[in-house]
């Protein structure tokens, strides 16, 4: 196992890093020439940039390798050198035929189940003993090749190191908003939170508080020492990590959307970041169909890392954090397109200990637009996604290649 996870590592390395050092070396190259304290000042500058951008890609291999270390017993590799569920495989739509097949050949079957919500039909099966996640998973690809064979990827929430920069907690926002959905972990009852948050769990030992989404949720709907951006909308948290080693999973995700669906949620948080999956691709768009605006971060991997989901599909908005100056934060990861960036370090957010602390990270920058939306979900009637993209775009300043349309809700945090 551990063979395999370095040698994962080490080709997934060489397959994420852009040739950084090439084009810095070039860049240098032409600073030097301007001369003098300038040039050199500014070829440092690039030359630490692109370290950074090395460093943090190499950190995202040791960090998954790590996580699949810890819990061996509930995690492996799937065929793409993701961590997944172990030992376990779903295939959406599949005929009777399919799963005769798949039992056949040694699976078993675990569950059949549809996803409430959004009608798309899932079967879990379990993989023969004594075989890797990702031979099963390429073994039942070619047993099945008119079958949607996956893994069941975990996805990680996309904060970063609680930040050390000065400054105080979002400035106050008031008015009605209308229901958001957050796919995270478990809220803490905080001061600065309303007593009516609805929450349900999809993992084991779910709902468990945690900073993480007792943090976003202060951001969204705070009333206190933290006061969110839209503090009038009704928030339904969907804790998917519990106290599961295999919470976080692309099933978790698609049946909290679809409690969302039933339950008549306007915008959806998801400040998570994790692979492409097509069960999650699935339920993105089954939501979007339903008129779910979902906004995602981009992850803090780096810009040299692969694209994140859910913020890469094209049905959600996807967002990136800027610091206190406007300035994109150096480890903010990417999708296949950005929509808006917002504030993503330098303020105080909720803990579940029932203080707050400093924060920094993508995954507390989606909020911020998350919580625009619903205001404007509240005001508009429920929107679809491109007039409410509009209207955000609208008030947006600071347009350009690293912000998306623009620097969403830059006066509601105080610095």
């Given amino acids: 196992m551990a063979a395999m996870l370095a040698a994962l590592a080490g080709a997934a390395v060489a397959q994420l890093l852009p040739p950084v050092g090439g ?19 500014l070829s440092d500058t690039v030359d630490r940039t692109g370290e950074m951008v090395d460093r943090l890609a190499r950190q995202r291999i040791v960090r998954l390798d790590a996580l699949v270390r810890q819990h061996s017993d509930a995690l492996d590799i799937d065929a793409r050198g993701d961590p997944a569920v172990r030992g376990e495989l779903i295939l959406i739509d599949a005929t009777a035929q399919a799963l005769q097949t798949a039992v056949t050949a040694g699976f078993t079957l675990a569950e059949q189940d549809v996803i409430e919500g959004l009608g798309i039909r899932t079967a879990r099966l379990r993989t023969p003993f004594g075989l890797s996640l990702a031979r099963a998973e390429r073994r039942l690809r070619q047993l099945l090749p008119d079958t949607e064979v996956q893994s069941n990827p975990v996805y990680q929430p996309s904060g970063g190191t609680p930040s050390r920069d000065g400054g105080v907690s979002p400035a106050a926002s008031s008015g009605p908003g209308a229901s958001i959905g957050m796919i995270d972990g478990g809220v803490a009852a905080h001061p600065a939170l309303p007593a009516g948050i ?102 803090n991997d780096g810009a040299a890392a692969p ?40 303020f105080r957010a909720a803990t579940a200990a029932g203080g707050t602390r400093m924060v920094r990270g993508t995954s507390y920058a989606a909020p911020f637009v998350t919580g625009r939306l619903a205001r404007l979900a509240a005001a508009e009637g429920r929107p679809a996604r491109p007039r409410a993209i509009a209207l955000l775009a609208a008030e947006a300043r600071g347009k350009g290649r690293l912000t998306g349309r623009g620097i969403v809700c830059g006066s509601c945090a105080t610095y």
């Fill in 23 to 41: 084009a810095v070396g070039q860049a240098t190259q032409g600073l030097d020439r301007l001369g003098g304290t300038v040039g050199t000042a």
């Fill in 198 to 299: 609805v929450q349900r769990g999809f993992a084991a030992g779910a709902p468990a508080p945690g900073d993480h989404a007792t943090a976003i949720a202060s951001i969204l709907v705070g009333r206190g020492a933290v006061r969110g951006v839209s503090p009038q909308s009704r928030l339904l948290a969907a804790d998917i990590f519990g106290r599961d080693p295999k919470g976080g999973s692309a099933l978790a995700i698609a049946r909290a959307l679809g409690w969302f669906a039933t339950s008549g949620v306007a915008v959806v948080n998801i400040s998570l970041a994790g692979p492409d999956n097509p069960l999650l691709a699935r339920a993105i768009a089954a939501a979007d169909q339903r008129g779910m605006l979902i906004v995602a971060a981009v992850g």
């Fill in 307 to 346: 694209p994140a989901y859910p913020a890469s599909y094209p049905q959600v908005i996807a967002v990136t954090g800027v610091d206190a100056r406007g300035r994109p934060l150096i480890e903010a990861g990417k999708a296949r397109h950005l929509d808006f960036a917002a504030p993503g370090a330098g």
